[in-house]
């Protein structure tokens, strides 16, 4: 814990929680209560099993449903809100459906608090990453968010362009859960391939990648792609299906090189790296992925990770790591120490507090 500001009181917003499975949000969300314990949770949709019972998610705190934030904002005296994603911050604003008649995807008029927040006097903050209500076609420059919010973080550059004052931080990973161990030193090289399933994801090229290499490779499949299983003509893999995040940290323990083909769809565009990238880098997997947002804020291509272009294609990025393994594995060294420098929860939170005013 470390000193907050006095007479502030944070509250945070969140949809689907507490969910491990929602990465970087759980890890963000768990770490500024340790860093702030005095911190509100609410979320949209409280978590829960198949039987509506909450989810023993280890999360230490109770997380309020998000119909009892207003009560809340006055008996408990919140004086900030921090929200994360497009669609939660203009949702709250009442601002979701922008003049010029688009409706940013997430939108929902329920969760409109602006008269209590223009009542309190209230700080609000927000981090825009992809996803979220962000695509590449969302018009952000008329949501004119920082007419509402004192602080907005992003690593996307649409966002820290349109504004000016924006903060930039990365993506953040728990560095204390997805630990650094040895890899394997016995053949064969293990690679993963770990998504949710979407058009984006790139599954269909991995696959042609795959059924490229011989029995050198093994591949790790998690997520839910049981219907593109059929691409692969290549049998030496293991479908794992969804996976909570303990036994997928036990795979990315086991791997080598952790591939994302990731491009752009009709939805949007992955940030670089995703989620599950940066989980795997923190373990000490080789990051073996495309970037379609042209982001080399802290990874650089070729030094921390080798990148799939049109000049070099995933296939034979793979055949070269085999025929030179020892280099290609101080490439991974380089990503995962940077992984673990600049993308850890807390680092990340707690600049983010600091910029916040917060501590």
Same mark, same amino acid.
């Given at each position: 814990?470390?000193?907050?500001?006095?007479?502030?009181?944070?509250?945070?917003?969140?949809?689907?929680?507490?969910?491990?499975?929602?990465?970087?949000?759980?890890?963000?969300?768990?770490?500024?209560?340790?860093?702030?314990?005095?911190?509100?949770?609410?979320?949209?949709?409280?978590?829960?099993?198949?039987?509506?019972?909450?989810?023993?998610?280890?999360?230490?705190?109770?997380?309020?449903?998000?119909?009892?934030?207003?009560?809340?904002?006055?008996?408990?005296?919140?004086?900030?809100?921090?929200?994360?994603?497009?669609?939660?911050?203009?949702?709250?604003?009442?601002?979701?459906?922008?003049?010029?008649?688009?409706?940013?995807?997430?939108?929902? +008029?329920?969760?409109?608090?602006?008269?209590?927040?223009?009542?309190?006097?209230?700080?609000?903050?927000?981090?825009?990453?992809?996803?979220?209500?962000?695509?590449?076609?969302?018009?952000?420059?008329?949501?004119?968010?920082?007419?509402?919010?004192?602080?907005?973080?992003?690593?996307?550059?649409?966002?820290?362009?349109?504004?000016?004052?924006?903060?930039?931080?990365?993506?953040?990973?728990?560095?204390?859960?997805?630990?650094?161990?040895?890899?394997?030193?016995?053949?064969?090289?293990?690679?993963?391939?770990?998504?949710?399933?979407?058009?984006?994801?790139?599954?269909?090229?991995?696959?042609?990648?795959?059924?490229?290499?011989?029995?050198?490779?093994?591949?790790?499949?998690?997520?839910?792609?049981?219907?593109?299983?059929?691409?692969?003509?290549?049998?030496?893999?293991?479908?794992?299906?969804?996976?909570?995040?303990?036994?997928?940290?036990?795979?990315?323990?086991?791997?080598?090189?952790?591939?994302?083909?990731?491009?752009?769809?009709? +939805?949007?565009?992955?940030?670089?790296?995703?989620?599950?990238?940066?989980?795997?880098? +923190?373990?000490?997997?080789?990051?073996?992925?495309?970037?379609?947002?042209?982001?080399?804020?802290?990874?650089?291509?070729?030094?921390?990770?080798?990148?799939?272009?049109?000049?070099?294609?995933?296939?034979?990025?793979?055949?070269?790591?085999?025929?030179?393994?020892?280099?290609?594995?101080?490439?991974?060294?380089?990503?995962?120490?940077?992984?673990?420098?600049?993308?850890?929860?807390?680092?990340?939170?707690?600049?983010?507090?600091?910029?916040?005013?917060?501590?």
């Amino acid at each position: 814990m470390v000193d907050s500001t006095p007479g502030r009181r944070l509250a945070v917003i969140d949809s689907n929680f507490p969910w491990k499975q929602s990465g970087f949000r759980y890890w963000e969300n768990y770490e500024i209560y340790r860093q702030r314990p005095d911190t509100l949770f609410f979320a949209t949709k409280p978590y829960t099993d198949w039987r509506g019972y909450p989810v023993p998610d280890s999360f230490p705190v109770i997380v309020h449903p998000f119909s009892q934030l207003v009560d809340q904002i006055y008996s408990e005296k919140i004086t900030d809100i921090y929200c994360v994603f497009l669609s939660m911050a203009l949702n709250l604003i009442g601002k979701s459906c922008l003049p010029n008649g688009y409706t940013v995807l997430g939108s929902n +008029s329920e969760l409109n608090i602006l008269p209590v927040i223009m009542d309190r006097q209230l700080k609000l903050h927000t981090t825009i990453y992809p996803g979220g209500g962000l695509t590449t076609t969302t018009p952000i420059e008329i949501s004119k968010l920082d007419s509402y919010y004192s602080t907005i973080f992003s690593n996307v550059q649409e966002v820290l362009k349109q504004y000016p004052g924006s903060v930039y931080v990365p993506g953040m990973i728990n560095s204390e859960f997805y630990s650094l161990l040895p890899k394997p030193k016995t053949p064969p090289i293990r690679l993963v391939f770990s998504a949710h399933q979407g058009v984006r994801k790139n599954f269909p090229h991995m696959a042609e990648a795959f059924n490229q290499l011989d029995e050198s490779f093994h591949l790790d499949i998690v997520g839910d792609w049981e219907n593109y299983l059929h691409l692969l003509t290549n049998n030496n893999f293991t479908f794992h299906g969804l996976l909570g995040p303990e036994k997928l940290r036990d795979i990315y323990h086991q791997a080598h090189v952790f591939i994302s083909c990731s491009t752009m769809d009709l +939805s949007g565009m992955d940030g670089f790296p995703t989620t599950a990238a940066g989980d795997a880098m +923190s373990t000490g997997c080789l990051l073996v992925s495309s970037n379609p947002r042209r982001d080399s804020f802290v990874l650089l291509s070729g030094v921390d990770y080798l990148e799939i272009n049109e000049t070099r294609r995933l296939v034979d990025i793979l055949w070269w790591i085999k025929d030179h393994f020892n280099e290609a594995m101080v490439i991974g060294g380089n990503g995962t120490s940077k992984i673990r420098s600049y993308y850890d929860s807390k680092v990340v939170v707690s600049r983010k507090l600091e910029v916040m005013g917060l501590i």
